[in-house]
């Protein structure tokens, strides 16, 4: 496929909006308890904050980020979507754990399911952005995170990072040639649909392969196509080991001439964007630099972090965003 072989390691992150960012900040960390190891902006558009979420250092394939849009209106579920994000957690028995926490807490969930031949629990956050916890009981294939040593939860019961990512299309084979054709994931099986007359939802794998490396497309012909707002996901990331391969991969998007990005400098990671045939944003990122670039480990996501091309702009880019204290956080 390409002129060396390179692949996809896994899921890299996955970022989504809200409309409130304390009240993100509060439900992530206090309830699913994850670090907040970044607290930046967008960007490409510095009035936002843009939250990054993950285990005790942000591993690559732990992060979870948010764009906060105050005026951004609800999201529909629908057709063209990430439709739901993974978390996983050990085993089992954290599953069961979470079940009674997300019960204790009043977050809407379902009953623990079969999906892929794994347990697992479905949940909303109070935006209604879906989410599937998923047990690694038995689950070879790539590594899950390390889990914070202040969280909330404990380290047995604690999400260990991204597992997979549900996307929704209308028609699965456009999006399914790009994951095999082009990005080099292998189809690896299919399962039932929870919604009745529905096809069979078909996974994919990249890598290592196992939860944390994993698409599962999930054709529905019941639904218009998704709107954006808060509760839904913006984007998806896959793990590029370092600049080099990100570059040969904007060389081979170039050669099929799929329209993209090229490289783009995130600071903490380096990136590449593009759009797949149904519309849905996908990104490869590189595993570094990392968050330590500008914070040490202890105090992560305590201060607001830019980068030192933002750095000039820092009163102006303070005073537009609503405070969001993070430092000390008590239990």
Same mark, same amino acid.
């Given at each position: ?207 290592? $392969?196992? @939860?944390? %490396?994993?698409?599962?497309?999930? #054709?529905? =012909?019941? +639904?218009?196509? *998704? ?73 992560? $996501?305590? @201060?607001? %972090?830019?980068?030192?091309?933002? #750095?000039? =702009?820092? +009163?102006?880019? *303070? ?13």
């Amino acid at each position: 496929m390409h002129h060396r072989e390179i692949y996809l390691k896994g899921i890299h992150h996955a970022s989504a909006i809200t409309a409130n960012g304390l009240a993100n900040f509060d439900f992530y960390t206090k309830v699913l308890g994850l670090r907040l190891v970044k607290k930046t902006v967008n960007q490409d558009d510095t009035s936002m904050y843009h939250l990054f979420y993950g285990d005790g250092k942000g591993n690559p394939g732990t992060k979870l980020t948010f764009f906060e849009m105050p005026m951004a209106t609800k999201s529909s579920e629908g057709v063209g979507s990430v439709s739901a994000l993974s978390l996983r957690v050990k085993d089992d028995h954290a599953l069961k754990y979470w079940q009674s926490r997300l019960a204790q807490f009043n977050v809407e969930h379902d009953q623990i399911i079969v999906r892929a031949g794994r347990n697992t629990l479905a949940f909303r956050d109070g935006e209604g952005q879906r989410f599937i916890l998923v047990s690694d009981e038995g689950n070879s294939g790539i590594a899950a995170g390390e889990p914070w040593v202040n969280s909330p939860v404990p380290s047995e019961s604690a999400i260990l990072g991204l597992g997979p990512v549900h996307l929704t299309v209308q028609n699965h084979e456009p999006t399914a040639l790009v994951l095999t054709g082009l990005l080099g994931f292998r189809e690896k099986g299919k399962y039932a649909s929870t919604i009745k007359d529905q096809p069979d939802i078909i996974v994919y794998e990249t890598g290592e $392969g196992g @939860t944390g %490396a994993e698409v599962h497309i999930e #054709e529905r =012909h019941d +639904l218009t196509r *998704e709107v954006a707002g808060y509760g839904g996901v913006h984007h998806v990331a896959f793990r590029v080991e370092n600049d080099e391969e990100l570059r040969d991969w904007i060389e081979q998007l170039n050669r099929v001439r799929m329209p993209n990005s090229g490289f783009v400098d995130r600071f903490y990671f380096h990136s590449l964007y593009f759009r797949e045939p149904n519309g849905i944003l996908l990104e490869l990122a590189t595993d570094g630099p990392g968050f330590e670039t500008d914070e040490d480990l202890e105090h992560l $996501g305590e @201060t607001l %972090a830019l980068p030192a091309f933002l #750095e000039p =702009h820092r +009163l102006q880019i *303070e005073s537009v965003l609503r405070p969001i204290n993070t430092r000390h956080m008590q239990y």
